[in-house]
């Protein structure tokens, strides 16, 4: 005779073996070798898993980028856009059927330029809509372009010289778009991504996830794995992420503590 | 039974009460029997300081198209009027006010611009309503007063308008809006009492208790109300935005919601991302938000998607003429955006027709997946007719969705290549049926696939469909059908009434003329368009724009040259236009 625990254990077991709740495509993302968006692949996929939210419950939306391939990975419904278009479109659909969960992915060319004006209205708008900015600092796609959030210097095909402009912190942009829910992440810490992401979906309203990732293709100056590695690390002890003014202070002061920045009491 | 065909015209500055005062009279005479097409014109970009002009054509028979003469005038602003002097027919009558509350100078004055053989009655327009009421801010209702008396208006249709206007306000304000319009009424009667006219008192008309009185505007709203609408998402924009303010106001009650986005691209993306959802959404703009949503319209073409999006023309290119009506959008509605793109455009010609192709358009993007384009203009959409409006029966806007088949759970086919071109289409939610749609060229089962025979067969699959859907959209509807004629003319939009009008008024003078209504634009009836021009000697399409664009669309299904006849004023296309046109090309026939 099996025990009530052994009988349910047995069937995680084998709703695991299953599949049904993991959202991992049946063939590899065709991302390039040690891209760092096979760690948000995880740190999503492993919080769709382990809250066990049904995978036809789940849109995944993205535009247009590397980033953009996301939801051909995976085995929720998906709806891949035109470049910079994700954020309206999830408004969409998740006011169409407000039952569903809706994960909006994308670049940081999709989300901070060509589709730059879409952020402020849907945080003011606070729909309820988790979005990841998978923010390499570079074009990916187009083989290499400086992004909006490329550091000033940046030499690239297109800026042989150098860029001249100053690049857009989009922690520091949600906050002041007054979005419910904003976190700091990166892509070599799964774990991390998927605690903000399982304590982020909770958030009734709109809530992003700004994750410093790596393009090993196209950027071996700036975010390489091993300038990421280094440069980033938890947010202090004390902080209380309910405290707005504190949050800006800490973003304003340390462009890499990572862990939720900010979430407004309910 | 003498006829009536009478245009009256009401001019003022803002605050005057002109527009109020133009709703009225077409009420009254919607009331009475008449048909009724009114048209409010404000050439003052901001309303506030500008002229107002409303314009009401009344008849004992079905009216089309606007009036090109004004037989009546009603100035509540001398200075004003002046410009609406040269539209008067002869022997018209003016009304004005004989005290006006602001001094005119001689040579500024109405009378002294009017042509030879005006009837003028001069009326105290303000003091009379300060007797009625106690206030001048009645001046516009015993400026009607006068009117009625003079042209033999049942009075009783006034007060009963009155009535249902200010019923809302109280009693009160009810009865001293009565007593001013009784209080010109009386003045006029007494006063004039020799030269009264019974234009109105005894024409016999049927009136038809189902006829209501509505704009263009109002249709679409309410179409998209008993379509079940849920969702409406749009960016102001001249004219489009009485329809998110309509919806603003009575979506709520039923439900349903208005998000005024941050531009028009992000309208359509939520357009496309709720419909994608399973739920009915839809957007409208004009030109400058249309040429803005030209991707992602590709985009609901590409990865099947439905949407619905109304684009009320206005004059253009860029923000060309934001109050003026034209119909130059129809290139961009049929072929903006990037690639093979074929979508449905429709475009109503009528009030009426506004309703139903609204209701119709979400069960064509919902059958077959692709943004269906509603094209309608200014002129359409300000004008107000009163029509019989049967609004959709339960079941007449049900959904037209199709949903796989249970069968194909687990191992389903998104776009799969059926004979229709249409592939069954799962939403959210649906267990077993998961697929990412992509704007990204994919194979039947939607996986991103860039080879030669897959784009060659998708593109097919697209265009099959789109050819499919024919069966669906209304054929040109031939008026004063015959096996051959001298001219056949061919109308689309809010043009078409004038085309109508001009036909119907040639073929009283002998002419062998027809009228062809296309209101499918794309795809077209390519066969019955065909055969029309065929049998027609020489073929007009009279259209506002420069450059003939749906003559563009059909003038290679025949060999023969289309004539065109395009106006770019901004202004309605006047029937008697379009009529010379005829009998000049009837002239070279000759
Ligand atoms: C309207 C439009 N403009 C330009 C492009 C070309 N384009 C595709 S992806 C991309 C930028 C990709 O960068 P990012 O958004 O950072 O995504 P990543 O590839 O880095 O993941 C560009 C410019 C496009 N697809 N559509
Ligand atoms: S190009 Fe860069 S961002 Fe794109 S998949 Fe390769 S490594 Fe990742
Ligand atoms: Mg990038």
């Given at each position: ?106 670049g940081d060319g999709d989300g901070l330029a060509i589709g730059g ?150 | ?151 033999g208006v049942d009075p009783n249709l006034f007060r009963k308008v ?48 189902k006829k209501v009185m509505l704009s263009g505007n109002q249709a ?371």
């Amino acid at each position: 005779m099996k025990t009530p625990a052994r009988v349910l254990a047995d069937q995680v077991n084998q709703i695991q073996k299953s599949g049904r709740f993991s959202p991992r495509s049946a063939s590899l993302p065709t991302w390039c070798p040690g891209c760092g968006y096979f760690g948000i692949h995880q740190g999503l996929n492993d919080c769709i898993s382990s809250l066990g939210i049904p995978l036809t419950q789940i849109v995944t939306v993205s535009g247009i980028g590397c980033a953009g391939r996301y939801p051909f990975f995976s085995k929720t419904y998906g709806l891949h856009t035109v470049h910079g278009r994700a954020l309206p479109a999830a408004t969409g659909v998740k006011l169409g059927n407000p039952n569903l969960t809706v994960f909006a992915v994308g670049g940081d060319g999709d989300g901070l330029a060509i589709g730059g004006g879409h952020l402020p209205h849907i945080a003011r708008r606070n729909i309820d809509v988790n979005y990841l900015l998978f923010d390499n600092s570079i074009y990916g796609l187009t083989k290499g372009q400086p992004s909006p959030s490329s550091p000033m210097g940046t030499k690239t095909k297109a800026s042989p010289y150098g860029t001249i402009d100053k690049p857009l912190n989009a922690t520091l942009m949600a906050l002041a778009y007054g979005a419910s829910f904003v976190a700091r992440l990166f892509a070599g810490d799964p774990k991390g991504i998927t605690e903000a992401l399982i304590e982020g979906i909770r958030n009734p309203g709109f809530s992003i996830f700004h994750i410093y990732t790596t393009c090993v293709t196209f950027d071996k100056n700036f975010k390489t794995w091993a300038h990421l590695k280094k440069w980033t690390h938890a947010l202090p002890q004390d902080y209380d992420p309910t405290d707005l003014g504190r949050a800006f202070n800490e973003v304003l002061k340390d462009d890499f503590s990572l862990g939720v920045i900010f979430k407004r009491d309910a | 039974m003498p006829e009536v065909d009478f245009t009256v015209e009401v001019c003022g500055m803002a605050g005057d009460g002109t527009i109020a005062a133009g709703g009225l009279i077409n009420e009254a005479m919607s009331h009475g029997g008449f048909s009724v097409l009114g048209f409010d014109s404000y050439p003052a970009e901001i309303r506030g300081f500008g002229r107002c002009v409303t314009n009401s054509r009344i008849g004992s028979n079905e009216i089309v198209a606007l009036g090109e003469k004004t037989h009546a005038l009603i100035s509540l602003n001398d200075e004003q009027s002046r410009s609406r002097t040269p539209s008067l027919a002869e022997h018209s009558l003016v009304f004005f006010d004989s005290n006006p509350p602001a001094y005119v100078p001689e040579d500024n004055s109405l009378l002294s611009v009017l042509p030879p053989g005006a009837q003028v009655f001069g009326i105290p327009f303000g003091a009379l309503a300060v007797g009625a009421s106690g206030a001048s801010r009645g001046r516009n209702l015993t400026a009607l007063g006068g009117f009625a008396a003079v042209t033999g208006v049942d009075p009783n249709l006034f007060r009963k308008v009155i009535r249902d206007k200010f019923k809302a306000k109280g009693d009160r304000v009810v009865d001293i809006n009565v007593k001013s319009f009784d209080a010109g009424y009386e003045y006029a009667l007494e006063k004039f009492s020799d030269r009264l006219k019974s234009i109105f008192s005894k024409i016999e008309t049927d009136h038809d208790p189902k006829k209501v009185m509505l704009s263009g505007n109002q249709a679409i709203g309410m179409a998209a109300i008993d379509a079940g609408l849920k969702l409406y998402f749009g960016y102001p924009i001249t004219p489009a935005t009485p329809i998110m303010e309509y919806l603003a106001k009575y979506l709520p009650e039923r439900g349903g919601r208005v998000v005024q986005m941050e531009d028009e691209i992000s309208s359509i993306g939520a357009v496309l991302g709720s419909f994608y959802a399973g739920t009915r959404s839809m957007t409208a703009t004009s030109g400058p938000g249309f040429a803005l949503m030209t991707e992602l319209i590709t985009h609901g073409v590409m990865a099947e998607i439905p949407a619905v999006i109304l684009d009320a023309q206005r004059g253009g290119p860029a923000t060309g003429l934001p109050t003026k009506t034209e119909q130059s959008d129809l290139h961009a509605a049929v072929f903006g955006g990037p690639g093979d793109s074929a979508r449905i455009v429709i475009a109503p010609t009528d009030v009426e027709e506004c309703y139903h192709f609204v209701i119709r358009s979400f069960q064509l993007a919902e059958k077959y997946q692709t943004p269906v384009i509603v094209l309608t203009d200014f002129f359409l959409d300000n004008r107000v007719e009163n029509r019989p409006l049967i609004r959709a029966m339960e079941g007449q806007a049900a959904s037209w969705n199709v949903f796989p088949d249970e069968a194909f759970k687990d191992h389903y086919q998104r776009y799969a290549d059926t004979p229709s071109g249409i592939s069954p289409r799962a939403l959210p939610g649906m267990e077993g049926f998961n697929f990412t749609a992509t704007g990204l060229e994919h194979t039947e089962k939607g996986s991103p696939d860039y080879s030669p025979e897959n784009h060659a067969k998708m593109s097919e699959k697209r265009h099959r469909k789109l050819r499919y859907a024919l069966k669906d959209l209304e054929k040109p509807a031939e008026f004063f059908a015959s096996d051959h004629l001298d001219v056949g003319v061919i109308g689309w939009g809010s043009t078409f009434g004038s085309v109508l009008e001009a036909v119907e008024k040639s073929r009283k003078n002998g002419f062998k003329v027809g009228a062809l209504k296309v209101t499918s634009i794309f795809p077209y009836h390519s066969e019955t368009i065909g055969a029309f021009m065929a049998k027609s000697k020489r073929v007009l399409v009279p259209e506002l724009n420069y450059e003939g664009q749906l003559a563009n669309l059909i003038a290679h299904l025949d060999s023969k040259p289309v004539d065109r006849l395009n106006f770019v004023t901004g202004t309605p296309i006047p029937p008697s236009a379009i009529q010379s046109r005829i009998e000049e090309l009837l002239g070279v026939l000759a």
